[in-house]
């Protein structure tokens, strides 16, 4: 049975057309930044509830989530819609593996995210883990138009507290958005496109890989991954590239 507990909406922010972020206040435990909560209303006397990573680091407040409004889903039509002083249900505790707690140290972090997978990286990129345990970040963000690209100025200031070591690279597959990349993120990967803009090479001996989004990137990611002789990352066998698959 879910903890929940209620929480207030504090804001609301349309990025895009059909993508929100939505930002609460509520008593949940500490978690680690890539974990989840469950979001919930009741509708038509059923609670009806989904997971969501968590945006924000850590020990900060407001709680924040970022999705896609789902003309036809049950519950997210009617998150975008929330105003300030509402009310919904939430987990009080996070849940989910997608941290970095296991990782080995290394060289390189590539952050790999389409869609609404952003909103996990952002709560890590705002924790001290990545700072601690890598020299340099790569955060790739494939989306389909430009204006699908979410959050940049809370990535200009990141990118401006850690100077020198984190790289954000707009991938956009359905227009020219320079000075980000046309193209899917496993086009790029497999063209040596990417690693060409970067300046960097994934390999085994330098990188860890994160990779959170559509299942159709995972899927064809982790093939050319493992061609270049990355093992899935395990807890108990680590490894070097990690997956959360949102659809």
């Known amino acids: 049975m879910s903890d929940w ?4 909406v504090v804001g609301r922010q349309c990025w895009a057309e059909s993508l929100y972020s939505v930002q609460f206040e509520a008593a949940i435990s500490d978690f680690a930044a890539g974990q989840y909560i469950k979001v919930a209303l009741d509708i038509d006397g ?25 003309p036809e889903g049950p519950l997210t039509t009617r998150l975008a819609a929330l105003n300030a002083g509402d009310t919904v249900w939430m ?9 970095l707690e296991s990782v080995q ?8 995210a389409t869609g609404t997978g952003l909103g996990v990286y952002l709560s890590m990129l705002r924790s001290p883990e990545p700072w601690r345990l890598f020299e340099r970040v790569v955060l ?24 020198g070591r984190l790289t954000c690279v707009a991938a956009v597959s359905r227009e020219a958005w320079p000075p980000g990349l046309s193209g899917r993120i496993t086009d790029l990967l497999t063209s ?19 990779l959170c989004g559509n299942s159709a ?11 270049r002789g990355l093992v899935r990352h395990r807890r108990q066998v680590p490894g070097q590239y990690s997956t959360e698959q949102y659809h």
């Open 5 to 8: 507990i209620q929480a207030r």
């Open 46 to 70: 059923e609670r009806v509830g989904r997971p969501y990573s968590l945006v924000n680091a850590p020990g900060e407040q407001p709680i924040e989530i970022f999705f896609n409004a789902v």
């Open 91 to 99: 987990t009080a505790t996070a849940s989910g593996i997608f941290t």
């Open 105 to 112: 140290p290394s060289r390189d972090l590539w952050l790999l």
């Open 140 to 163: 790739v963000h494939g989306v389909r138009l430009g204006a699908d690209l979410a959050y940049r100025e809370t990535l200009e200031a990141i990118a401006q507290r850690y100077l």
């Open 192 to 210: 040596g496109a990417l690693e060409r803009h970067v300046g960097l090479t994934i390999d085994p001996a330098h990188s860890h890989v994160m």
């Open 217 to 227: 990137m995972i899927k064809d990611t982790k093939l050319i991954l493992e061609e």
